[in-house]
């Protein structure tokens, strides 16, 4: 690819995060803009990184006994209005198909903006016994919703996500199976994206279109906004009641099943670059990483230094590990500009004086710093660096993120609170008026309830609060 | 999930075969009809085995040098409109998005038919210089083609493929890159749907929209009848020309690239259906079946069965077969004949009497031949079995195929060779008028050019045969 300027300065982290996000993105090559307003290309080295959640997630998907399938992309509109919260949350966003085939259609089709109305009617199709259930469906699919405001990864009009789709016989699984899940992107969230988050339920006003309660996992970024990185819904039996998702039970009596939806998207992209990018570029956990250590020669033309970074090389692919030998004609200097901008988490020097004591230059991206490791039982030390790397970042994370939750007990206090970029609790007395008013007061919105803590008061009325809330700036 | 009635008649494979497909593809759970017209709900039995044929291609791909990438859906119309060929081609079967976010669109968008355009737009904005040649992007989408007529898998108004889009530097380089994957194609579709295909090139009038020359692979399938199981396209300058995909060459000068593009698609589900099927329903090779063996325990109440059946199983998942041990309260003949229907490659049947003796019994589904083997290193003879079964299903297939092409000298003898279920070899002057003809008189259809074959004359007006091309009716 053609060389660019990899010196050229990216926006200052702490004074222009919006900008430096975009520089970023753009000059690692992970995205570009698609020829249509608010769309993205998702570039190989981003594609790379999805293909990687899609592993750890595909593979915790089917240990939990789902099964992937694949539902069309376009809803008739008619399926939308059955569920009265649905329509209203998602129909103002949709992008329709009125023509096709070179004629006008009959009824214009929605291009998926979530399919819990697709799955529902072909569940009412192939549920008919108790022994049928529980169904437990996933798809990775694309969707599309059409937004005012887009930024690659964050908020795009078409993005890839995953939706997990379940039916039960009983209201306890539904929700045991909505809690599992939250927990799998949870336990996924820590372990491979190298991300703490906090994970509780939605409020009223921030949960699901048609859901009867949502649960989230929130993650705090570097800039102390909150990124909602994946959800899960209790969906009770609204859906199956629209659709009519019914099954002759045990007892010889026909019943409306109880349903569960869950979703992460290319999102988790955003929220990996956000949450460890830091003023050099990117610094992607090794788990995820598309290329987990590069190899860069020093003083190449030196006798021994390629064959021993081919055999290096070689002899790390066996072991499993991604790695890439950097054979350019850039400068060390250049090499190792770019590939710390691309977020590698090993760089490998080798060069001939340290090759002479047997000795190569290890350097950590999540640390930058560098050391002197042997050669021999180098493979070894990469392993476990790696492992060190992928923990360390988790809890150089938990740190950040630990510092900067806060409690507030007025108005006041959540405003210095997020402008000061944390994340605030505060008590809450449970009415959509007062969660209303910190929003238009502090641009700040009720992310999760904080499981376990309770408040005194509500930080808006002063009344008896009924919950304790984790406010915060969010994308 | 429900019991269906396993035992009910699926339509004569002999008699009816489209009706046999029908109720196989249904019977199985491979597919459903989605709500809109023309659409398909792949449901889990069926998208497993497209998560096999994608694992197996998308190693090859990358073997190959081919990175992933995701493009956008939406496509702005005036993107068809710079290949004249492209939008003769295509424009009648795109799905037009008119509306989105509540409003009216200023430009018309189409959902993407094969995205050429879309790559075509972004290669002229990431090319520069010689040093970024070859880019060699591939993308695993959903796509729309808007079909009057349509059939589960081999014709559905949207489908799932792969599109991989090339640009080099020069012809010799594009020209080598589109044979290169037209051979990888071969050799998955021989060695892993173990479907024996003949590969060519393609005539004027059966190429794709805005190529220079396709190339395609023809699949027999047990009707006799032909179907398209890919093609790998050599664009030469067209869409470069249309997108404006200039690098600055060596010579300092600013020269256009040389594009290809190459797919296939959930269409090879349905091959390999009509490839192997037979009247008990589903033969599926093992490479991409998605149970490879199934236990059934006979008498399970008897002492020891369920014992060795949950040993067996657990061998045989570490020694990574996909297997799956059935203990429904089904019979036994029930669970022989679901089994067989769904194409599960073996079957291992446990019972007291032969535990005694230390023995299972093991079925082929291809043969349909049973015998007895020793439970001592029965995961060595499963594993050997797998390999067998896998390579004898494209020895069969290939038999078949080979004992049905046939030749013919004139339009007479096109026309008995594929009533009779043949592909027919015959002389072509080359010109369009006698192309058309032959397609009038026989619903036979140009497949591919015959490599390395020649003729006399023309089978349809006697003049002198520049080509030998092979006839078939086709899906």
Same mark, same amino acid.
């Given at each position: 690819?053609?060389?660019?300027?990899?010196?050229?300065?990216?926006?200052?982290?702490?004074?222009?995060?919006?900008?430096?996000?975009?520089?970023?993105?753009?000059?690692?090559?992970?995205?570009?803009? =698609?020829?249509?307003?608010?769309?993205?290309?998702?570039?190989?080295?981003?594609?790379?990184?999805?293909?990687?959640?899609?592993?750890?997630?595909?593979?915790?998907?089917?240990?939990?006994?789902?099964?992937?399938?694949?539902?069309?992309? %376009?809803?008739?509109?008619?399926?939308?209005?059955?569920?009265?919260?649905?329509?209203?949350?998602?129909?103002?966003?949709?992008?329709?198909?009125?023509?096709?085939?070179?004629?006008?259609?009959?009824?214009?089709?929605?291009?998926?903006?979530?399919?819990?109305?697709?799955?529902?009617?072909?569940?009412?199709?192939? %549920?008919?016994?108790?022994?049928?259930?529980?169904?437990?469906?996933?798809?990775?699919?694309?969707?599309?919703?059409?937004?005012?405001?887009?930024?690659?990864?964050?908020?795009?009009?078409?993005?890839?996500?995953?939706?997990?789709?379940?039916?039960?016989?009983?209201?306890?699984?539904?929700?045991?199976?909505?809690?599992?899940?939250?927990?799998?992107?949870?336990?996924?969230?820590?372990?491979?994206?190298?991300?703490?988050?906090?994970?509780?339920?939605? *409020?009223?006003?921030?949960?699901?279109?048609?859901?009867?309660?949502?649960?989230?996992?929130?993650?705090?970024?570097?800039?102390?906004?909150?990124?909602?990185?994946?959800?899960?819904?209790?969906?009770?039996?609204?859906?199956?009641?629209?659709?009519?998702?019914?099954?002759?039970?045990?007892?010889?009596?026909?019943?409306?099943?109880? *349903?569960?939806?869950?979703?992460?998207?290319?999102?988790?992209?955003?929220?990996?670059?956000?949450?460890?990018?830091?003023?050099?570029?990117?610094?992607?956990?090794?788990?995820?990483?598309?290329?987990?250590?590069?190899?860069?020669?020093?003083?190449?033309?030196?006798?021994?230094?390629?064959?021993?970074?081919?055999?290096?090389?070689?002899?790390?692919?066996?072991?499993?590990?991604?790695?890439?030998?950097?054979?350019?004609?850039?400068?060390?200097?250049?090499?190792?500009?770019?590939?710390?901008?691309?977020?590698?988490?090993?760089?490998?020097?080798?060069?001939?004086?340290?090759?002479?004591?047997?000795?190569?230059?290890?350097?950590?991206?999540?640390?930058?710093?560098?050391?002197?490791?042997?050669?021999?039982?180098?493979?070894?030390?990469?392993?476990? %660096?790696?492992?060190?790397?992928?923990?360390?970042?988790?809890?150089?994370?938990?740190?950040?993120?630990?510092?900067?939750?806060?409690?507030?007990?007025?108005?006041?206090?959540? %405003?210095?609170?997020?402008?000061?970029?944390?994340?605030?609790?505060? =008590?809450?007395?449970?009415?959509?008026?007062?969660?209303?008013?910190?929003?238009?007061?502090?641009?700040?919105?009720?992310?999760?309830?904080?499981?376990?803590?309770?408040?005194?008061?509500?930080?808006?009325?002063?009344?008896?609060?009924?919950?304790?809330?984790?406010?915060?700036?969010?994308?």
């Amino acid at each position: 690819m053609a060389k660019e300027n990899f010196v050229e300065q990216i926006a200052d982290i702490e004074k222009d995060f919006p900008q430096w996000y975009t520089d970023v993105v753009k000059k690692t090559k992970l995205v570009d803009y =698609g020829p249509v307003k608010g769309t993205m290309v998702i570039r190989p080295y981003g594609y790379a990184i999805w293909e990687n959640i899609q592993r750890e997630l595909d593979k915790r998907f089917k240990e939990t006994g789902h099964e992937n399938a694949y539902f069309p992309l %376009l809803i008739p509109m008619s399926f939308f209005t059955k569920e009265a919260e649905h329509v209203e949350g998602f129909a103002p966003e949709v992008a329709v198909v009125t023509h096709a085939g070179g004629e006008e259609l009959a009824e214009p089709l929605a291009i998926r903006p979530t399919s819990e109305t697709v799955f529902g009617n072909m569940y009412s199709k192939w %549920l008919q016994s108790y022994r049928d259930l529980p169904i437990m469906i996933n798809q990775w699919a694309n969707v599309m919703r059409w937004e005012k405001t887009t930024r690659p990864f964050l908020r795009t009009s078409e993005f890839l996500w995953q939706e997990g789709h379940t039916c039960h016989a009983t209201e306890e699984e539904a929700l045991e199976e909505t809690m599992k899940m939250l927990g799998v992107y949870k336990e996924f969230a820590e372990n491979c994206l190298a991300i703490p988050v906090l994970t509780g339920k939605k *409020t009223e006003k921030e949960k699901f279109a048609g859901a009867v309660a949502t649960f989230g996992m929130e993650a705090m970024m570097k800039d102390g906004k909150s990124l909602q990185a994946g959800t899960s819904h209790y969906l009770g039996q609204n859906f199956s009641k629209a659709f009519e998702i019914k099954f002759l039970d045990k007892d010889g009596v026909q019943k409306h099943a109880y *349903t569960t939806s869950w979703g992460v998207s290319t999102r988790l992209i955003g929220a990996l670059i956000m949450a460890h990018g830091d003023q050099r570029g990117l610094v992607i956990p090794p788990v995820v990483a598309p290329t987990q250590a590069v190899i860069v020669p020093i003083a190449a033309k030196k006798g021994g230094v390629m064959e021993a970074c081919y055999q290096l090389k070689s002899d790390l692919q066996k072991a499993g590990v991604r790695v890439v030998l950097d054979e350019t004609d850039n400068s060390p200097g250049w090499k190792f500009n770019e590939w710390e901008m691309k977020g590698v988490p090993l760089r490998i020097e080798v060069g001939p004086r340290d090759l002479e004591q047997g000795k190569v230059v290890i350097f950590r991206r999540d640390t930058c710093v560098k050391d002197f490791y042997a050669l021999d039982g180098v493979i070894e030390t990469v392993k476990e %660096l790696l492992q060190a790397v992928q923990k360390d970042m988790l809890e150089a994370a938990r740190v950040r993120r630990d510092e900067r939750i806060v409690y507030a007990n007025d108005m006041s206090g959540i %405003l210095a609170g997020v402008e000061g970029g944390n994340f605030v609790k505060a =008590g809450w007395c449970g009415c959509r008026e007062c969660e209303d008013k910190i929003k238009a007061e502090t641009a700040a919105t009720a992310r999760v309830y904080a499981e376990g803590e309770t408040a005194e008061t509500c930080a808006v009325c002063g009344n008896k609060a009924k919950h304790m809330i984790i406010y915060a700036r969010a994308y």
